[in-house]
């Protein structure tokens, strides 16, 4: 009897183990990590963009082809070190798609890294850098870098007003992308109205700009800053007497700059490949269902996030995590909330441009 029992259990533990083996298939998992500013001032940016990633990803229940996705969301509070540290775990874990970062600079550590894995992609939702442009490697982005393309039609706006002498102003803790953007304005400009910026300043040291501006009396102030520095610098100019135009740039198009600069962001000027009026019917459901999520309305970052997320599911669907960027290629055209997003050999992409003016507290087109 105990012969049998146990001939018995043996038999039963063989099949048992044969068929977990035969039809038991694990669940396949496709992580994509995230690393961006996710707290301080930066957050604006990276909070919005997580929220659109999220969204796209929860419209798929989060799988894909029958594999699970995994998002990890990670903070890198504008810390080179950190940053190194977050890349270099997502790929101890086999991640081979990342998101990231906020800002170019950051963007810069993500890339010196992940450029040494040809099987890694990184995709960005804001990076603008025109350091970035133009070279065959890991990264990608939905956001239109600092070239001519992007800057022509704006140039063209700003020198018809009439405005010569332009006062750069720009935030040096991400100089990757704020000095950039303006010196490839400036180039743009130049060859518009024949004229260079008569200064370049940082946001650091209001005290000097208000002495500053009111000895070079400019025409027109361009600042490329974060929402709630470029409020701060406005603020600060308004209230010590600076009465000139200002323009800015889209970092800092969001209600939180309204909300910080009140009264004094009145008539400043953001050029922005964003339309917060568009009535596309793809926009119009996503902010549909944006305010249903959050009760917020999206920013132009959460739209990216989104757009950046959806492209990531469409490439995920015909082919591997290790394939993003040879199906890109292959692609190229990709629709978005607003209108097409075309990516060219080197990642970088061609989109539309709108001028918008802060008038009785609301961003309004102008053009």
Known sequence: MKKSFVLITILLLIFFTTFYIFFYKKEEVIKIGFVGALTAKYSV?????????????????????????????????KDIEL????????????????????????????MSIINQHPDMFLISAASASNEFSGIDDQFFRVHVANNEQRFSGFATYINDLGFKKIYGIYDPQNITYTKDY??????????????????????????????????KNPDLLLICANSVDGARVVQYLRINGISTQIASSEWAMTSTFIENSGKYSEGIIFNIDYDVDSKNERFLKFVENFQNKYNIFPSMYAAKG??????????????????????????????????????????????????????????????
């Open 306 to 367: 989104y757009e950046l997320a959806k492209i990531i599911i469409e490439l995920l669907k015909i082919g591997k995590e290790t394939e993003l960027k040879k199906n890109i290629l292959i692609k190229k055209k990709f629709q978005g909330l607003q209108n097409k997003i075309v990516f060219d050999e080197f990642g970088d992409v061609v989109r539309d441009f709108n001028t918008f003016k802060v008038v009785n507290g609301k961003f309004e087109k102008i053009k």
């Open 45 to 77: 940016l990276g909070n919005a963009m997580m929220n659109g990633i999220v969204l796209a990803f929860e419209e798929e229940n989060y799988r894909i082809n029958g594999k699970k996705i995994e998002l990890i969301f990670k903070d890198d509070k």
């Open 182 to 215: 303006l010196e490839n304005f400036e180039k743009t400009f130049y060859k518009k109205s024949q004229e260079k910026f008569i200064q370049y300043a940082t946001t650091e040291d209001l005290e000097f700009l208000v002495e500053d501006i009111k000895e």
């Open 83 to 110: 940053n190194k540290k977050i890349v270099n775990d997502f790929i101890d874990q086999g991640i081979k798609i990342v998101i990231g970062n906020v800002t170019s600079s950051m963007t810069k550590i993500s």
